[in-house]
């Protein structure tokens, strides 16, 4: 079929014709999954059959005719047999080229159902312009679900040899369908991508979007049909990323001179699990380009992913933050043309939004891979001490169920209190904090001492202070704090509290902090944050002065505090007096 033809289907307006075949399936189908696989065969059945006599021509016929893929012959025509009557009624009432836009633009028909075999359009444009597919190029997508990017891809290159791997049969039997309807030259596959990465096959440009957060052990049974990526996979955790393994099985498959493209969620690029991982692919050369992807491109999930791109014999890397990048719609976000070049152009570059890193600072980085970590680089400080050195101790505080706390909440004094992230503000702890009728026994290691500083796990909106617990008094502390234990034989408590507060301090626990939607510090990097410290004895009247200030403000808060409530009390007392006129 014409290329170009197939190509300015992207213009036709089919939304019509797909809301009839729809409408009649959601009474005929069982699930949402089954329903879109329908749609797609009865679509491609009224495409065979326009124009044919089904007087003298029976549907069955007309399909074994014109498809001569076996399984996926048998499927339509087991469809055609389900949906006869409606096929016969619709038989030339559609326009041909509105029954092919809806079957080669699978975006135009989005649904959760089919999301996680889906690469929505605008991403796989981005994928395709850094692989840069030239004349010849051997292409395949391994997880190729319904094939959209290697149809995108194809109707761009057509003179590239493209192939899907894809396991899922419902995905696969759809891929075919638009395949075979529209001529493209693809090679559709079933099989485990693993066991595809076993043989001796090389591929020019690969891509993979097997989806997020699937963990090692999920994989266990497919990795361990092959030998050469269990080898490097055997001593990791179970808890590491699964998405490292597929980009293990494209680096296996890749051309000397080749190049890979795989999505995954950015928790790979900085969890501890995943360090053997990252240490394998940078040790190798492998990692070329990583790209922090705006969150909502995904029908299945709004996260913010990251797209890294693979080659051999890599000595930097081009590191870029595409968060804001992006045009908004009605449910999902976007990449237009202009975001793509907007992309495209920061490659190679020094921004705000980029940067090109020696794989050197990567590993003195301990093989981090988050790009915020490169761009968001706090002043250096040449003569500091690690905090980890000025300090006894330094952990999270306890993690407390919702419901075990309600439980454990008392109404009346106790000798026991807790301390929650919101009981924080401006540096100072609130008076009242709420009360618990007793704490578990392991409880005893997450008590505060007199001294202690607390600092939020949340980098986007730091709070501290320095605890100063009464006589008589235990106060537990929340999972959401760090409970900082000071070595005042080396460094003031107070000190420290403000170093947190100050501008430099609060660059240091930005660049110190991990994660795609919720920015948390990592305690490796606060136990390797560089403290500037002045001498002891100046530290000590540096608090002397600092708890001074604290002292007249809250004087100022109580003051405040009282009268409000003094203006309360007359407004409450002119109400009673008015009260009495009506």
């Keep these: 079929m014409n290329i170009e033809y197939l190509k300015s289907l992207r213009n036709v307006d089919a939304s019509d014709v797909s809301w009839e075949i ?26 065979l059959v326009d124009g044919s006599d089904l007087l003298r021509h029976s549907i069955l016929d007309i399909i074994e005719s014109r498809i001569k893929e076996e399984r996926t012959c048998y499927y339509l025509k087991d469809i ?6 409606f096929i016969i009624e619709k038989a030339d009432m559609y326009p041909t080229d509105k029954l092919l836009a809806i079957l080669l633009y699978a975006d135009y028909y989005d649904s959760k159902a089919y999301g996680e075999f889906d690469t929505p359009d605008t991403v796989s444009n981005l994928v395709y312009a850094l692989m840069d597919i030239g004349k010849g190029d051997r292409v395949v997508d391994f997880g190729a679900g319904r094939g ?81 990526i269990k080898d490097v996979l055997s001593k990791l955790p179970r808890s590491a990323s699964g998405e490292w393994a597929y980009n293990l099985a494209m680096i296996q498959s890749l051309e000397e001179n080749g190049r890979a493209v795989g999505i995954m969620g950015n928790g790979a690029t900085f969890r501890d699990s995943d360090w053997r991982l990252r240490k394998y692919f940078i040790d190798g050369g492998y990692v070329e380009t990583i790209i922090i992807l705006p969150e909502k491109l995904f ?3 709004t996260i913010s992913t990251a797209m890294i791109v693979f080659s051999h014999n890599n000595k930097t890397i081009n590191m870029i933050d595409a968060t804001e990048i992006c045009t908004e719609g009605r449910r999902n976000n976007y990449l237009s043309r202009e975001n ?32 915020r970590r490169y761009l968001d680089v706090a002043p250096e400080i040449k003569c500091g001490t ?73 980098a986007a909106s730091i709070k501290t202070a320095v605890v100063e617990v009464p006589k008589g008094k235990t106060i537990v502390c929340s999972h959401n704090l760090y409970i900082i ?39 490796r990097e606060l136990r390797n944050m560089q403290i500037p410290l002045i001498p002891l004895d100046e530290q000590k009247r540096f608090e002397q002065h600092y708890t001074a200030i604290m002292d007249d403000i809250q004087l100022l808060q109580r003051k405040l505090c009282k009268s409000k409530s003094d203006l309360k009390d007359l407004i409450n007392q002119y109400n009673e007096e008015v009260s009495k006129w009506y």
């Excluded at 109707?155 to 419902?170: D, F, M, Q, V, W």
């Excluded at 793509?340 to 981090?368: A, C, N, R, W």
Aim: net charge negative; with cysteine.
């Design 22 to 47: 729809l409408d009649y399936l959601r009474g005929h189908t069982t699930s949402d999954v089954s329903g879109l696989l329908s749609f797609a065969a009865v679509t491609a059945i009224l495409y």
């Design 148 to 228: 959209n990017f290697l149809i995108s891809s194809c109707l761009k290159s057509p003179h590239a040899r493209y192939t899907g791997i894809e396991r899922n049969a419902e995905a696969l039997t759809y891929f075919c369908i638009r395949n075979l309807i529209t001529g493209l030259p693809i090679d559709i596959k079933q099989t485990d991508l693993f066991l595809q990465s076993k043989d001796d096959r090389k591929y020019d440009k690969i891509f993979s979007n097997c989806g997020f957060g699937i963990s090692m052990s999920f994989l266990a049974k497919s990795i361990s049909q092959n030998p050469s």
């Design 80 to 85: 055609a047999r389900r949906h006869e009557q």
């Design 485 to 523: 234990r000071v070595d005042e034989s080396r460094a003031n408590p107070y000190y420290i509290k403000a170093f947190f507060e100050s501008t430099l301090g609060e660059a240091l626990l930005k660049n110190a902090s991990v994660g795609s939607v919720l920015q948390t510090i990592a305690l």
């Design 386 to 458: 690690p905090l980890g050195d000025l300090i006894t101790e330094i952990k999270r505080g306890v993690q407390i169920r919702a419901d075990r706390l309600d439980e454990l909440a008392s109404v009346i004094e106790t000798e026991i209190q807790y301390l929650p992230l919101q009981s924080i503000e401006d540096g100072f702890i609130a008076e009242e904090l709420p009360y618990l009728k007793s704490m578990e026994p392991n409880w005893d290691k997450y008590c505060l001492e007199d001294r202690n500083i607390v600092l939020s796990r949340n």
């Design 340 to 371: 793509i070049e907007q992309i495209l152009g920061l490659l190679g570059t020094v921004s705000k939004q980029s940067t090109v890193v020696p794989y050197e600072k990567v590993i003195s980085e301990d093989y981090h891979l988050f790009p």
């Design 299 to 301: 029908g299945y999930t």
